[in-house]
């Protein structure tokens, strides 16, 4: 079945350590999105990529890392520098750009904590 | 930049209740509107949408009309069941909004109905 796949679903992790959630999706799609997402304050934008090897930092981008090597793929990596890194990470896409369509697709999230 | 206010939650109400969640926006040109949900454990999902003014959205017995008039998008059911329980976010995407080509959510809003 056609969809969007993220890994791990949950995930510990000790202060001072980079963790690398995964997103994979087998829909063909053009762009994908990373969105934190906290209690009381819906969905924040981390990152986006309209096509492979560009990507655009969103509302909250600081102390998070991407990257779009293949159209399949956009890994989040949420380093050390992050303040406040607990949270549910979702990710998602959408055929062309979301503005044309207004559809995302969304995974299932990860849910990181920091012990 | 744009932005999506909701009602805050938990909403709670009886099943066959009637149903409104309040949502509002603030755009910079004439934006798609959407209604996302997200059920326990899983990411979101589109509800419906309307891309210009005074068009109608529905979709599994939910309406939302874009009123332009007064920046509103409010969602609507007539008869809400145990299975709608979920969280409800507003959202919308404005191609006059410089450089963001990704949507704008609301806060969302906690439904829960009861048997």
């Known amino acids: 079945d056609g969809g969007i796949t993220q890994s791990p679903k949950y995930l510990f992790r000790k202060e001072g350590q980079n963790v690398t959630l995964s997103c994979e999706q087998n829909l063909n799609h053009d762009a994908m999105y990373w969105y934190r997402q906290d209690p009381g304050q819906g969905l924040r934008l981390i990152y986006y990529?309209?096509?492979?090897?560009?990507?655009q930092k969103g509302d909250i981008a600081e102390g998070y890392s991407v990257s779009r090597e293949k159209k399949e793929s956009f890994p989040l990596t949420v380093t050390s520098a992050q303040k406040n890194p607990t949270a549910f990470y979702l990710c998602a896409s959408s055929i062309k750009g979301v503005l044309v369509t207004g559809e995302l697709f969304f995974g299932e999230g990860s849910r990181l904590t920091v012990l | 930049g744009d932005s999506v206010t909701q009602m805050e939650g938990p909403v709670t109400l009886s099943e066959e209740a009637f149903l409104t969640i309040n949502c509002t926006y603030t755009?910079?040109?004439?934006?798609?509107l959407f209604w996302y949900v997200q059920y326990p454990g899983e990411g979101l999902q589109l509800l419906l949408k309307a891309t210009k003014a005074d068009d109608k959205g529905s979709n599994k017995g939910f309406e939302a009309t874009y009123r332009k008039e007064t920046t509103s998008f409010h969602l609507e059911k007539g008869s809400v069941q145990v299975s709608d329980s979920a969280v409800y976010f507003c959202a919308l995407s404005d191609l006059a909004d410089t450089g963001r080509r990704a949507l704008t959510f609301g806060s969302g809003t906690r439904l829960q109905v009861q048997p």
């Open positions: 990529s309209q096509i492979v090897n560009d990507f």
């Open positions: 755009a910079t040109g004439y934006p798609s």
